[in-house]
């Protein structure tokens, strides 16, 4: 079975700053995809940024990135220039095979102005 | 067009109600999804549906009926739910079945459902 553990319940960070999320993950497959999702006070899932298992490269996207560490199967994400929009809850997720897409607990991010 | 669009955003019904919620894509994504989530807390699975075709079903109970009149409409409807079915449910939807799907899903705003 695929589970995903973050293990930080609420972060803050100030404004400007550069916060990391923290994210483990158990998978017995080799090829899977890793995903950060953002959920603000609006509601919506938002996806942030996605991850290939088979490519080594971290991926990017603006001022989010990830340290994505195969073996260590870690998939933490960081934010830089923290905006006060970046403020919401962020689950790291994680699909493989014909499996469903599994969530972590999520962690809550707090923008201090 | 590269949203999931929910309908109602809110909504509040009695234990004998029967309700519907309404999910809209026009991406032309072939998988369709609706997750229940509560309060602090990650999405839950519900169903899925693969090409018009209920392909899982979460051993979630029969008061919650999935409906996919087509490729772009996904349907819950409620009937005798109970207090603790109070949550928010959301609707997604991916390019291709599970498993095939590197592309993440994209999800809708959700429906706010609280049963008095």
């Known amino acids: 079975a695929q589970t995903v553990t973050q293990s930080q319940p609420e972060m803050s960070v100030q404004e400007a700053e550069t916060v990391t999320l923290s994210c483990t993950y158990d998978?017995?497959?080799?090829?899977?995809?890793l995903f950060w999702y953002k959920q603000p006070p609006s509601r919506q899932m938002i996806l942030v940024i996605r991850q290939e298992a088979y490519k080594q490269q971290n991926a990017t996207e603006n001022r989010f990135s990830v340290n994505f560490q195969k073996a260590a199967k870690s998939f933490s994400l960081k934010i830089s220039d923290s905006q006060l929009g970046d403020a919401a809850m962020y689950f790291c997720a994680l699909i493989q095979g014909a499996q469903k897409l599994v969530f972590g607990q999520g962690t809550r991010l707090t923008i201090n102005p | 067009d590269t949203e999931v669009t929910q309908t109602p955003k809110h909504l509040v019904m009695g234990m004998t109600n029967k309700k519907s919620l309404k999910c809209e894509q026009h991406m032309g994504h072939r998988a369709m999804y609706w997750y229940k989530q509560k309060a602090k807390k990650p999405p839950e699975l519900m169903f899925v549906y693969s090409y018009e075709k209920l392909s899982i079903n979460e051993s979630v109970p029969s008061r919650f009926s999935p409906e996919c009149p087509n490729s772009s409409l996904l349907n819950l409807h409620l009937h005798a739910l109970q207090p603790e079915d109070s949550a928010l449910y959301l609707c997604?939807?991916?390019?291709?079945?599970?498993?095939?799907?590197?592309?993440?899903?994209?999800f809708g705003s959700g429906t706010r459902l609280t049963v008095v």
């Open positions: 997604a939807s991916s390019q291709e079945t599970l498993g095939r799907e590197g592309y993440g899903y994209t």
């Open positions: 998978t017995s497959e080799s090829d899977y995809y």
